[in-house]
């Protein structure tokens, strides 16, 4: 690897030098903690947020944003939570249907933003008020959910040495961040995401297919976010229309710590993994530690999203100086 | 020549929705006075109206600029939760060292200061260190919570001064105090943008900022402005907010209202891309996103419908303002 | 065909815009293994020609054919298929991805696990050795020079086999090093049976390389030369055009004010890179600079690191005899100068702001926000300045965006003028607009030099630089190249001095 590589590298490595510090200074500070059970739960615990993360990073990848993932989240959920208990479907099927819906509001959305060229942040917060409204539309109680196939789905887990465990809800989560790690690195599709975010203007130029492209990138973030709401029913076994609420807030601050950059174009949904570790090792230490207040996870968050941009934006006139100095 | 302003669409909208209640709703234009308060649906929207209605008189000038500020509804919640602690002064707030002995003027003072604070960081993260405003503004709107929660050591902090719930409750001259609020405001902002030369640095950097900067303006200047006065009007806001429910809820308070306040802009008639605008826009904006929440809740729908109206409202506001669209129908009607 | 090795070939090309006639019935060919250059001053129509030929535009009239068969690309990606491939002035990859990434972009190798890297990099580490070019293609592109870009585009459109390569201005950011390594490349190609077409106002740039030019002016073409057989005299006068109403030249009229006036502006071998290298010169007061030399020689550039847009690399510049460091625009407003942009649309015009308020900007932004201007105030110097410039519609109010572009022009001026600058430099100021108001802004220069303000002036038009100016920096690629002074100045010695004649 040369260095200008290594240059581009630098903000995904900050997030892994940080991750693994984390991680190794609350392993040395609280007992217990360094345990794969704990580890094995950074996953479970954070894995719809993770799955709508992996969506987001894409949307963020075009110079784009996605702020309807959240109530999509609590629209899915409570969609397949009342598809179970007032239907006869199968609950593959219904915890499948949300997450076609999930994609076709995507998809009109990335219409919208590639066709009209409308900013991606009205179009999304649209949908974030169209999401709840019909999922608040659908029940507003919370149902809890009584199958006997769905109750072996959630209670399923592969078991691990130590107590710990893999359950549905991880799997999905990995599978995604696979998918996502392949489509955006081994895939034209992926790579023209890069060309846009990058430039969109010399990606048209380039002969890319920049409004498919687009299109595809909002209809597989509402895909994720749909998903993500039927992990969400699983780990709850129940559907509750006002899950989500912020988690678009929580999605973004993942994919920023992770050194995808906002304005499009560098990142990584490995990345995206490291910030959702992240964000699971600070909440499980303020659990751990107990008399540590719970609004300090906020606080912390906050902070660490203004060091990445700052060192962002540090790279960034780094790599400006250099340019102009060539 | 005078041109029809950019909120025509809004006031027409507004204006059909007061008739469809003039004609569909009983009771909707009925007024009565209880103790010196007016009442009826009409000083409902008016007064309900009001926090979005304030947010969006700073949302507008930040807009204006080309940028956006995510950050009120978090900065609401900061200056209610200053406000209450300095009322209630619970122990274990870290602001429960400061007594101003229930000086209203004080505390209020207090909790604009402390939402200017978070305007002036917001500002200079834009101005100077160049981070695009919607991710500038994310930090507080993240943090913000987190800071408010912290103020009010987690709880929900409550109090009883009737003195300063009357900001919400009370009235003058029989209108509730917080329309009073929102015509101050829009008094300020229309003297400090219009009676100076304010108003027209504001729509020059927004409306063009390379020709700015040739024209001889202090862009950055002008943006810490606009996002310090963003952040006063979500304080003044806030207050309104916490003195209604004599509490203040850190987790809830002005929750998703900066969407809304963006909202009650762009339906107003500013261009999210900068450039012109109009605060009275803004506030038709605002009024014509509550007479839809409020008309839908006394004809007995089903109130989680206003959300998929607004989702609506915004997509339809957002293809009407752009250029590809309107080519698209100008063809059409060429044809 | 009786010439057998035309690739391209387009006749009776027409491209009209709304009230603009850009292309009237031009010709134009390419042959293999030549490279043919396209020249003339903006708004010639040169840009149009390539747009319309690699599908941007779609043609009004004419026919093309490419290799012999008609050819009528919809868009730049079917022309690319299709065998014309271009490389821009800005270079349009994209910078956050590697150097073989752009060579391959959206045509990748791929396998049944997706893209094959290994591939890839092989592929365009073998494009860019066909341009003799070898670096590690892993490299991201931002952290390349913009030559080397330039030359990743160039292999980047070979990749794609194609027959004909247009360079649109492609030098404009290179130093004379990285010239060089692109002209080998271009020769290289040539050699290969490849036509090229060369855009670009560097006349050494263009003997230097080019067996054939083609010139066009006001969206006709002029003529097609073997390169040998023009002089560059002949270019230059052939592209400029002779204005057939020249005046004389008032000379008499044009002496300074009450003698030497003092030095307002001095430049002391002031440079920047990629701008301007070396000039020095001095604007007095009563004085009107002119720069003279054709589009790319460097006149806007100095205009900038005169106005604090740019700051300069070396030397310095003094004013009132001061050396000042570095300043802002607002600096430069308060210091009395004022800047009227070659690019109106970027750089001058709030399109939804209203004609009073676009002239009144800058006065009100040196004045501060807390001393407004009275509304009768602003609306009697609006009406006084539109009056002065006759500006059409003289309707204060009205969004400037609604008027044509010389009335725009008209406003921006007056702009200037409301601050009363000591030192106003004019980029332009005449392109545009018909031929009335062209005399009113050089009769409102002179009036106001006679009353002691300076201005520095660039114009495309050589009678008027000839007609307005008391002294003329002649440029050429970047250097100032010779001051014409009082007599000497004339339209044949600034085209003499930009042809680069010893005489």
Request: net charge positive; aromatic share 6%; hydrophobic share 50%.
């Amino acid at each position: 690897m040369n260095r200008e590589s290594l240059r581009e590298r630098l903000p995904v490595m900050i997030t892994a030098v940080v991750c693994i510090a984390l991680f190794v200074g609350c392993g040395l500070h609280f007992e217990r903690f360094m345990t794969l059970r704990v580890f094995m739960n950074l996953f479970s615990d954070n894995s719809f947020l993770g799955i709508v993360a992996v969506g987001m990073t894409f949307v963020i990848l075009t110079g784009g944003i996605d702020l309807s993932v959240g109530s999509m989240v609590g629209c899915s959920s409570i969609m397949a939570a009342w598809l179970m208990q007032h239907t006869h479907l199968h609950p593959l099927v219904a915890l499948l249907l949300p997450v076609g819906f999930g994609a076709a509001i995507g998809s009109f959305q990335g219409y919208l933003v590639a066709k009209f060229s409308l900013p991606p942040f009205l179009v999304t917060l649209a949908g974030l008020f169209f999401c709840r409204g019909v999922a608040l539309k659908i029940s507003q109680e919370s149902l809890s959910i009584d199958n006997p196939f769905f109750n072996s789905l959630a209670s399923y887990s592969i078991s691990l040495p130590g107590k710990a465990s893999l359950p549905t809800a991880s799997l999905v989560f990995f599978a995604i961040l696979v998918v996502g790690i392949v489509v955006a690195r081994q895939t034209r599709f992926g790579r023209a995401i890069y060309a846009i975010g990058g430039n969109p203007a010399s990606a048209a130029l380039m002969g890319l297919p920049v409004r498919r492209t687009l299109i595809l990138v909002y209809t597989f973030s509402g895909l994720c976010a749909a998903l993500g709401g039927a992990v969400f029913t699983l780990y709850t076994s129940s559907g509750n229309a006002i899950s989500g609420t912020g988690l678009e807030l929580d999605a973004i601050a993942a994919v920023v710590i992770g050194g995808t950059l906002l304005s499009g174009g560098y990142g990584s949904v490995f990345g995206t993994l490291l910030g959702i570790m992240i964000l699971g090792i600070i909440q499980t230490a303020i659990t751990f530690q107990g008399t540590f207040s719970s609004w300090w996870t906020k606080i912390v968050i906050g902070i660490l999203l203004l060091a990445f941009m700052l060192v962002q934006k540090v790279i960034e006139r780094a790599a400006k100086r250099r340019a102009q100095a060539t | 020549m005078r041109r029809a302003p950019s909120w025509i669409w809004a006031l027409v909208l507004l204006a059909a929705i007061l008739l469809f209640n003039l004609l569909f709703t009983p009771g909707f234009f009925h007024f009565e006075v209880r103790n010196g308060h007016l009442y009826g649906s009409l000083v409902d929207i008016l007064n309900r109206s009001a926090p979005v209605a304030l947010l969006s008189l700073g949302m507008t000038l930040v807009i204006a600029t080309g940028g956006i500020d995510l950050s009120v509804g978090a900065v609401m919640a900061i200056s209610g939760a200053v406000a209450a602690c300095l009322i209630a002064r619970p122990q274990d707030s870290p602001l429960g060292g400061i007594n101003l002995h229930g000086s209203i003027p004080l505390i209020i003072l207090f909790a604009v200061g402390f939402s200017l604070i978070c305007g002036l960081f917001n500002g200079i993260l834009v101005a100077f260190l160049e981070l695009q405003p919607i991710v500038a503004t994310l930090l507080l709107m993240v943090a913000g919570r987190g800071i408010a929660q912290l103020l009010a050591n987690g709880q929900i902090v409550t109090f009883h001064s009737p003195g300063f719930s009357s900001i919400a409750t009370g009235a003058w001259l029989m209108m509730p105090n917080p329309v009073w609020l929102v015509v101050a405001g829009l008094i300020l902002f229309g003297v400090l943008t219009r009676r100076t030369a304010f108003g027209l640095f504001v729509e020059a950097t927004g409306s063009n900022p390379t020709a700015a900067r040739v024209a001889g303006l202090n862009a950055k200047g002008i943006k810490i402005a606009v996002y310090t006065l963003s952040a006063i009007a979500a304080g003044v806001a806030g207050l309104i907010g916490c003195a209604d429910i004599q509490g203040a809820d850190a987790n809830n308070a002005g929750l998703y209202l900066e969407l809304d306040a963006i909202l009650a802009v762009s339906v107003g008639g500013t261009a999210l891309t900068g450039g012109r605008f109009s605060l009275i826009g803004s506030i038709v904006g605002a009024l014509l996103m509550q007479s839809l929440s409020t008309t839908i809740l006394t004809r007995g729908v089903s109130p989680e419908l206003t959300l998929v109206l607004k989702a609506i409202v915004v997509v339809a506001v957002c293809l009407l303002q752009s250029p590809a669209f309107r080519q698209i129908f100008a063809k059409r009607a060429a044809v | 065909m009786t010439e057998a090795n035309v690739l391209l070939n387009l006749s009776g090309i027409v491209k009209q815009f709304p009230g603009v006639l850009a292309l009237d019935r031009v010709d134009f060919e390419v042959r293999a293994g030549e490279v043919h250059a396209l020249m003339g001053e903006n708004g010639a129509g040169k840009s149009t020609l390539i747009k319309v030929a690699t599908g941007v535009y779609p043609a009004n009239g004419g026919e093309m054919t490419l290799g012999g068969s008609p050819f009528a690309p919809r868009s730049p990606d079917e022309a690319v298929r299709l065998g014309i491939s271009t490389v821009y002035q800005e270079v349009n990859l994209v910078p956050n991805l590697s150097v073989a990434e752009n060579v391959c972009l959206g045509r990748e190798p791929a396998g049944p696990f997706g893209i094959r890297w290994r591939a890839v990099r092989a592929r365009a580490e073998e494009a860019l050795k066909r341009i003799d070019l070898t670096l590690d293609v892993r490299r991201p592109l931002s952290s390349c020079s913009i030559a080397i870009q330039q030359m990743v585009a160039i292999a980047r459109a070979l990749d794609v086999s194609a027959k004909v390569l247009v360079l649109d201005e492609p030098t404009s950011s290179l130093d004379a090093h990285e010239v060089a390594q692109l002209f080998a490349v271009v020769r290289r190609l040539r050699g290969e049976g490849m036509g090229i077409v060369f855009v670009t106002h560097f006349l050494d740039q263009v003997y230097e390389v080019s067996d054939r030019i083609t010139i066009l002016r006001n969206g006709q073409k002029v003529g097609v030369w073997n390169t040998a057989d023009l002089p560059r005299l002949e270019l230059v006068t052939q592209m400029i055009g002779r204005d057939a109403a020249t005046l004389e030249r008032p000379a008499s009229a044009l002496a300074p004010a009450g003698g030497k006036g003092e030095p307002v502006v001095a430049a002391e071998n002031l440079g920047r890179r990629g701008a301007i290298s070396d000039a020095t010169f001095t604007v007095r007061s009563g004085e009107v600079l002119g720069l003279a030399g054709l589009l790319g020689s460097g006149r806007t550039e100095t205009m900038r690191l005169l106005f604090g847009l740019d700051h300069p690399d070396e030397g310095c510049l003094k004013v009132d005899g001061r050396d000042t460091g570095r300043f802002s625009p607002r600096e430069a407003i308060r210091n009395g100068f004022g800047f009227c942009s070659e690019d109106r649309k970027t750089e001058g015009v709030f399109p939804e702001m209203s004609i009073r308020e676009n002239i009144l900007i800058a006065l009100q932004a040196r004045r501060g926000w807390l001393r407004p201007l009275p509304a009768t105030k602003q609306r009697e110097m609006a009406d006084e300045l539109i009056a002065r410039l006759r500006v059409q519609p003289a309707d204060a109010e009205r969004p400037i965006q609604f008027l044509s572009g010389g009335n725009q022009q008209k406003a921006l001026l007056a702009r200037w003028l409301a601050i009363e600058p000591r030192l106003l430099l004019l980029d332009e100021p005449t392109r545009g607009i018909d031929v009335g108001a062209k005399f009113e802004i050089m009769s409102l220069v002179e009036s106001l030099r006679q009353q002691g303000a300076s201005f520095v002036f660039v114009s495309s038009e050589l009678s008027e630089v000839v007609r307005t100016c008391t002294s003329v920096l002649v440029m050429r690629d970047r250097r100032a190249v010779k001051t014409l002074e009082g007599s000497a100045i004339s339209e044949e010695n600034i085209i003499g001095a930009i042809a680069g004649d010893q005489a």
